[in-house]
């Protein structure tokens, strides 16, 4: 994973409540923009309106970019887009956006999108993006294996994850610079 143009660091751990929480909790201590921070499994995982995501250890992709203040309009938007474009050249699956933060194949969630603003005496300090990608999930509990799926069930492959996080960070630069 080489050739990033903003990205400055990519950390990878085994086990984390959130990657969001863990991204604030780091931006606070110092200069990290361009830092991110990945799991293999999140326990306290959420969404918008701070509903769960599921996050299963191997199989799921999460991770958290930290980010200036500057550049916050419309990070939603501008991630999704990245995803679908990298899911799509990837994969192939044809990944589509479900307004405003949920990346969709064949009508099921693949992917949820978190942004957080993180402000200081009522001036934004740094903003977070949590991006979380079901990709070699085979299974889902019953309370979303309705509204699921993975790429790994729309393609029938394993894939591999960190060429996904390499081609995701990739695409959310060319969208972001």
Not at 52 to 72: C, H, M, Q, V, Y
Not at 80 to 88: D, F, H, Q, T, Y
Not at 121 to 126: F, H, L, P, T, V
Request: glycine share 10%.
């Amino acid at each position: 994973m080489t050739g990033y143009k903003f990205i400055k660091e990519i950390i990878f751990k085994d086990e984390t409540g959130s990657t969001n929480d863990d991204a604030k909790m780091l931006a606070k201590s110092g200069d990290y923009v361009g830092f991110v921070i990945a799991a293999e499994l999140q326990t306290a995982a959420r969404g918008r309106l701070s509903h769960s995501w599921f996050s299963e250890r191997g199989a799921g992709l999460g991770f958290t970019i930290i980010l200036p203040p500057d550049k916050t309009e419309n990070l939603t938007i501008l991630a999704g887009e990245a995803v679908c474009r990298a899911l799509n050249e990837a994969c192939g699956v044809g990944a589509t956006i479900k307004f405003p933060n949920d990346i969709l194949i064949n009508g099921r969630k693949v992917c949820g999108i978190l942004a957080e603003a993180c402000y200081k005496n009522g001036a934004a300090e740094y903003a977070v993006l949590g991006i979380g990608i079901n990709v070699n999930n085979q299974i889902f509990p019953d309370w979303i294996k309705n509204k699921a799926t993975s790429l790994y069930l729309e393609t029938g492959k394993k894939q591999d994850k960190r060429k996904i996080l390499d081609r995701v960070l990739k695409s959310f630069e060319d969208e972001y610079l």
